[in-house]
C-alpha cells in the first residue's frame, strides 16, 4: 500500500513540476519583450506562500485527513487547468492578454499554497502515521520521487514544447484530469489501508518504546523529544510560539538555505547563459546535480545508522558550506581564463546538493520526532513562510545588484547564508545534545 501512495506523490510532484518549468516559458513567449510579469508572477505567487502558508498548516491540523489531502488535489489540479485554459486563450486568440494574466496569477497562488497543503499534509503527517513514526525509509524514497522530477520535467517540457505552446498547454490539461482521477483514487486506497488515518488521535507515538526513539536520534541526553500533550487538542500556533519552540533553529537554518543563487535555479540559469554557456550543457549540468540530490538519499540511511539523524544534519550544512566556497571563489577574477573556473564552479554545486538534500530530509525528521502531531501543519506551515521569505530575498537581492559583473556579491551573501545555517543549526546541536562529534562512532 505504500506504493501506492509514493505513486500518488510521483503525480503530484510532476504536475507541480512540469507547470512550475512551462509557466515561465509560456510567460516568456506571450509578453517576450521584457522580464518584468514574469518577475511579477515569482513575486506575488511567493509573497503569497509567506502569508498564507502558516493558515493551509493549520487547516491540516483542524480537518479530517482525507478530506484536506482531497482538497489539496482538486484544487491543484483546477489550478493548473484554468490556467492552461487562459494560455490557450492568450495564445490562439491573443484575448485581453493582461487581464487573463491576472487570471493565471491567482492559478499559480492558488497551486503553490495547494502543493505546500499537500507537502505539510503528506510528509509531515501521513508518513508519520503510516510508518508509526519511523519515518527515515519512507521519507527518502519521497525525496528521490521529488528530485526524479526536479530533474526530469524540464526535459520532458521542453520536448512537448517543441510542438509548440498551444499543444503543450492541451497536453498539460488533459494530463492533469487524468492524474486526478487515479490520484484521487490512490489516496483513498491507502486511507482504507491504514485505519490510524482515520484518527487525530497520537497515542502511538507515546506508546513508542524509550529506547526505539533513542535509536532514531542516537540519544538526546534524557530529553524527551515527543512531548506530546494535549492530545486530540489542535490550538493554533503563533508565530512567537513557533520561534520559542525546540524546532526553531533546524526550522530557521533550512529557511536560510532559500537564500541563494548557488544552485541550478532560474537566477543562475540565467546567469550562466548571459556568460555564454548553451541550453544543452546546462541542462546536462542540471541532471548531474539532479543525480547528485537523489545520491543523498541513499548516503543519508548509511550515515544516520552511523552517527544519528541530529549529527547527519550537523555533517550535511557544513558540507554544503565548504563545497560552495570553491563556487565563489570560480566567480571572481582569480579563476578567470583557466579550466579550474568551469570544473570549482560545477564541481562545487553538485556536490554541495548532497549536503543540501540529506539536511533537508534530516529535518524533516526531526521535525516530526520533536513536533507534537497535532501541531505539526501549523509548524510546518510557519516554516513554509519562512522559506519563501528567503527565497523572495534572493530575488530581491538580484534586483538590486543586478549586473552580471557583479554576480559574485550575491553569491557570497549565498554562502554566507548557508553558513548562518551552519552556525544556527551547531547551536542547537549543542544546546541539545552538550557535544558536538562523537568521532569514534565513524570508524
Not at 497562488?109 to 510508518?131: H, P, Y
Not at 552517527?307 to 563556487?327: C, D
Not at 559583473?405 to 546541536?429: E, Q, R, W
Request: with cysteine.
Amino acid at each position: 500500500m505504500k506504493g501506492r501512495l509514493y505513486i500518488s506523490h510521483f503525480l503530484t510532484s510532476w504536475t507541480d513540476r512540469v507547470f512550475e518549468f512551462s509557466c515561465f516559458l509560456l510567460i516568456g513567449d506571450i509578453f517576450n519583450t521584457s522580464l518584468l510579469l514574469a518577475s511579477i508572477y515569482g513575486f506575488i505567487t511567493t509573497i503569497s506562500a509567506i502569508i498564507w502558508s502558516n493558515w493551509v498548516g493549520s487547516l491540516c491540523d483542524h480537518t479530517s485527513r482525507l478530506r484536506f489531502v482531497r482538497m489539496t488535489m482538486i484544487t491543484q489540479k483546477t489550478s493548473i487547468v484554468a490556467a492552461c485554459v487562459l494560455f490557450y486563450a492568450i495564445l490562439e486568440y491573443n484575448y485581453r492578454p493582461v487581464l487573463l494574466y491576472s487570471g493565471i496569477l491567482f492559478c499559480g497562488c492558488t497551486l503553490k499554497l495547494a502543493f505546500i497543503a499537500n507537502n505539510i499534509a503528506i510528509e509531515k503527517d501521513w508518513v508519520l502515521i503510516i510508518s508509526e513514526g519511523n519515518t527515515e525509509a519512507m521519507l527518502t524514497v519521497m525525496k528521490r520521487i521529488d528530485l526524479f522530477c526536479k530533474t526530469m520535467a524540464p526535459v520532458m517540457i521542453g520536448a512537448l514544447m517543441s510542438f509548440g505552446p498551444s499543444i503543450g498547454v492541451i497536453v498539460i490539461a488533459v494530463w492533469n484530469t487524468l492524474s486526478l482521477i487515479v490520484e484521487y483514487q490512490l489516496v483513498f486506497q491507502t486511507y482504507r489501508a491504514y485505519p490510524a488515518l482515520a484518527s487525530k488521535s497520537t497515542d502511538f507515538v507515546n506508546n513508542r518504546e524509550a529506547d526505539e526513539h533513542t535509536s532514531l536520534l542516537n540519544g538526546n541526553n534524557g530529553d524527551d523529544y515527543s512531548t506530546h500533550n494535549n492530545e486530540g487538542e489542535s490550538n493554533d500556533i503563533t508565530f512567537m510560539d513557533y520561534v520559542r519552540h525546540k524546532i526553531f533553529l533546524p526550522s530557521l537554518a533550512i529557511a536560510m538555505l532559500y537564500l541563494t543563487v548557488l544552485s541550478f535555479g532560474g537566477i543562475m540559469v540565467s546567469y550562466l547563459k548571459m556568460i555564454g554557456y548553451s541550453d544543452w550543457s546546462l541542462g546536462i549540468l542540471r541532471a548531474v546535480a539532479g543525480i547528485s540530490g537523489i545520491g543523498a538519499t541513499y548516503i543519508l540511511p548509511y550515515l544516520s545508522a552511523k552517527i544519528g539523524i541530529i549529527r547527519s544534519g550537523l555533517w550535511a550544512l557544513w558540507f554544503e558550506s565548504i563545497t560552495l566556497a570553491p563556487v565563489v571563489v570560480s566567480l571572481t577574477s582569480v579563476t578567470s581564463g583557466t579550466v579550474w573556473g568551469p570544473i570549482m564552479l560545477f564541481g562545487g554545486m553538485s556536490l554541495s546538493r548532497i549536503g543540501l538534500w540529506i539536511y533537508d530530509i534530516s529535518e524533516t525528521i526531526l521535525l516530526q520526532q520533536i513536533v507534537e502531531p497535532n501541531h505539526i501543519g501549523s509548524i510546518s506551515g510557519w516554516q513554509h513562510s519562512l522559506c519563501n521569505f528567503f527565497d523572495l530575498s534572493q530575488y530581491i537581492l538580484t534586483a538590486i545588484i543586478s549586473d552580471p559583473k557583479d554576480f559574485v556579491i550575491p553569491a557570497s551573501v549565498s554562502l554566507g547564508a548557508v553558513v548562518c545555517a551552519s552556525i544556527a543549526y551547531t547551536v542547537f546541536v549543542r544546546r541539545e545534545r552538550g557535544h558536538l562529534f562523537h568521532f569514534k562512532q565513524l570508524m
